[in-house]
């Protein structure tokens, strides 16, 4: 299979009749804006639940049934139902469920690429979860409808479409910001944050406003989720110690990390593992 065809191959997930899961890397043109992009549909009845622990991913969410009930560091009420929506990053677990009837697309962007795509404030996105009108406005109404009517998941080649049109008249990611996430990406989230201001001639305060309107949280916190995942990354070796991997993430003691775990995940670095 040639390489671009293997690297565009979707691959298929399904779980006893329950549910179906189709996930698909982006086009080369769209790579460092979009992660990816997935399509999800219950196919029995039930009562999911999940849990998705802090990341760098803001999703684009687009429903075409049954809405989901979702809670930003906590179990989702009855006024927690969201159908299509954005939402921006947060520092904390967002608990997740549905009840057999839902089905969605859903396009994964990267901090910087969800900042060109929206073309508005990541911090109107923060902590939150916008509904597509409001994010989108008509062209979301469009989306919607056009992903409606087509079959399957022919609804991966529209949405990435959409992405690329858009972004035709998106501005570019300031050079400064780009340069000082990717250091911080870059060093695991260990990188001095008064260094990088320093480097750029700006104040703390000044850096943490620009991040803000770029990615919606500032340089400290992106380096706490930055820690968290590669943490989360190195306890899935074999053989993986607490201690170590406190110490190699660059956390005070084993209990800093189990503190940061349980902001995070909402859970102990040992139910984490369970998981």
């Not at 904390?92 to 057999?100: A, D, H, N, R, T």
Request: proline content about 5%.
């Amino acid at each position: 299979m040639p390489i671009e065809m293997q690297r565009r191959k979707e691959q298929d997930r399904s779980v006893a009749g329950r549910f179906e899961m189709r996930r698909r890397l982006p086009d080369p043109a769209l790579e460092g804006i979009v992660s990816d992009i997935c399509g999800y549909r219950e196919t029995a009845p039930g009562h999911f639940h999940n849990i998705e622990y802090a990341s760098l991913t803001v999703p684009l969410v687009i429903s075409f049934a049954e809405p989901f009930a979702i809670g930003l560091g906590k179990t989702p009420g009855d006024n927690d139902r969201f159908a299509s929506f954005a939402a921006g990053l947060f520092a904390g677990p967002v608990l997740i469920e549905s009840f057999g009837a839902a089905c969605c697309v859903q396009v994964n962007f990267t901090p910087l690429g969800a900042r060109r795509f929206f073309q508005l404030p990541m911090s109107e996105l923060t902590d939150s979860m916008v509904v597509l009108d409001d994010v989108l406005g008509t062209e979301g109404v469009a989306l919607r409808e056009r992903l409606g009517n087509a079959p399957d998941w022919t609804r991966f080649d529209i949405a990435e479409a959409f992405v690329a049109a858009r972004l035709t008249s998106a501005a570019q990611t300031p050079l400064e910001i780009a340069w000082a996430y990717d250091r911080i990406i870059a060093s695991g989230g260990r990188t001095r944050i008064a260094s990088l201001a320093e480097r750029l001639g700006w104040s703390r305060k000044h850096l943490a406003g620009k991040f803000s309107d770029a990615i919606g949280i500032g340089p400290k916190t992106l380096s706490r989720i930055v820690r968290f995942n590669r943490a989360l990354g190195l306890s899935k070796q074999p053989a993986a110690h607490w201690a170590d991997i406190a110490a190699d993430c660059g956390y005070a003691d084993q209990a800093h990390l189990v503190r940061e775990f349980r902001d995070l995940a909402g859970e102990t670095p040992t139910a984490v593992s369970a998981r």
